[in-house]
């Protein structure tokens, strides 16, 4: 029988030991990872951007090096160093760094490319159900996965299916997860990526064996190991290996776990991976206990603790509290109800984050977004039905004039959308004034099938990356078109198609626009600074060409159109 004095002064040297190596490492200087973000954050441009990521190279942290150019946007920039600075805090586990970090980046993103987008919301999904905050990372999942189901990538749809099965389980709900988890494997076959499959292979194993159904489980686990050994990944293969002690400890196959373990624990505290290294060491402290080593069970289960206190994990803290309160409940007792008291304190707090009521509301919203999705993809096959036949029995002679009335349409309504588009980004009402040299009729709005919604996008994200790029510099078509990732050519070619003008005519329209508003909105802001602000060379150039195109001076437009 194991001394409970015993127990309780080696308990106690264990957490010492872990606060005085957490003190002397706090007191290290700062990694250069900070300094470097800090004096990015000070003065973010070109070449303090350029250091970062010579760094995140350096360190080989990323697969590809990040290159940007003197004609890079800041806020590109911004959004890319951030982002990078989210990966690697979370990949340090500084959870809460991480989440700050990828916050900003996703400020940033709105204009960004969905896959960019997507990587930041899934990042922020694993972020938030680190620090046991399920509600704020089902949140952001779904919205990954929405961005993902779009994008019919079976590697990505697989990704966020996984991890959203990984937040429910961690969440309490493991028979939500296996739906999800099943899904992400269907998914994953497709996309035909060892890497991926191991990852979701594991996830089911830990699903299957929190439902008890251990065989299951541990053929996902074995499944898990032997695609991981085809990457020849270490890391990821300890990964793998610890999921399967743990199913080994559960099904009181100890021995077998044991022996897993007792080389996966070293490995993680070489790796300095302190989450895997929790969670080794509660399994291992688990097997000790099962095989009657309790006082070796304690010191495995202690160190697994200060880890999780240290790095802000309650999940595998509670588990590991549990346990030391099922070692010592007859040994001890004062001692295993401080670990009992402190288990029903985790678990309180796990769960205030993820009520049920809020995991029902994301799984109704969940499956509403699935049946949503194929009542459209019925319609789509009903609408094609339908166009085909229309195809057939109509003429040519027809299609062309409904052709050509729907070109001029779209032409002739052009300049209004471009108002209504400039309006809404500028969160504000405004009466459109009719050009001097194309005055406009009195005609009904453009019904909808007029403009497609991927052109609607185009100039939508256009008029945008001209607003941002304008300020107090001058914009050109060939800036503009590598902001939108073409040539200047195509980039003029689609606009003379959608617009009946050519690049450097409507980006100067889109400047005459924003000076409108500026002129109407900003009544203290000198005019002349007005025009620095929309991009023109100096007052006398702003002043001509908006009287040019205007019909007025910008002071006679602010005074007869402000009177309101």
Known sequence: MIKPHSIRIFHTLIVQLAVIVSATASSQKAEPIDTLLERFDDRPCLNTAREFFAYMDQEEFMDEPVVFTASTPLDTMKALVWYWAGEWYYAEQDYPLAEKNLLRALELMEYSDEKSISDNLSMLGLTYMRQSKYDEALRYMQRCYQLDSSSGDPARISSSLNTIAGTLLAAGNP???????????????????????????????????????????????????????????????????????????????????????VNVVPYFRSTGDQLS??????????????????????????????????????????????????ILYKSDPEAARAHLERYHQLKDSLYSHATAAQLARFNAEFGRDELEKEKEQLTRRNHRLVWIGTIVSISVFICIVVAIIWFRKRQSKINELMSDMMTELNEARHSSTPEQETPKLEEPKVPEEYLTPEDKRFLKKLILSVTRMMDH???????????????????????????????????????????KIMLLQNLDIPIVDIGNCCGFDDHSSFTRTFTQNVGMSPSDYRLNRGKG
Do not use: F, W
């Open 175 to 261: 028979e939500e997860a296996e739906g999800y988890i099943l899904r992400a494997i269907t998914y994953a076959k497709h996309a035909d990526n060892p890497s991926r499959m191991a990852v979701i292979y594991g996830m089911a194993s830990e699903i299957e064996n929190r439902l008890e159904h251990q065989e299951q489980a541990l053929l996902y686990a074995d499944s898990a190991c032997q695609v991981e050994a085809t990457t020849g990944n270490r890391y990821k293969m300890a990964v793998r290996q610890t999921q399967k002690a743990s199913i080994l400890v559960g099904m009181e196959r100890y021995e077998e776990a044991e022996n897993i373990l």
């Open 473 to 515: 510099q001058v914009v050109t078509v060939t800036q503009v078109a590598d902001k939108m990732c073409m040539s200047p050519k195509t980039l003029n070619r689609r606009l003379q198609y959608l617009t009946g003008e050519g690049a450097k005519r409507y980006i100067m329209r889109i400047q005459l626009e924003q000076a």
């Open 277 to 326: 290294l929790a969670i080794a060491l509660n399994k291992r402290g688990q097997a000790a206990s099962g095989m009657g080593r309790q006082g070796e069970a304690v010191e495995y289960l202690g160190e697994a603790i200060v880890i999780c206190q240290r790095i802000g994990n309650p999940y595998n803290e509670a588990y590991a509290q549990r346990a030391i309160y099922n």
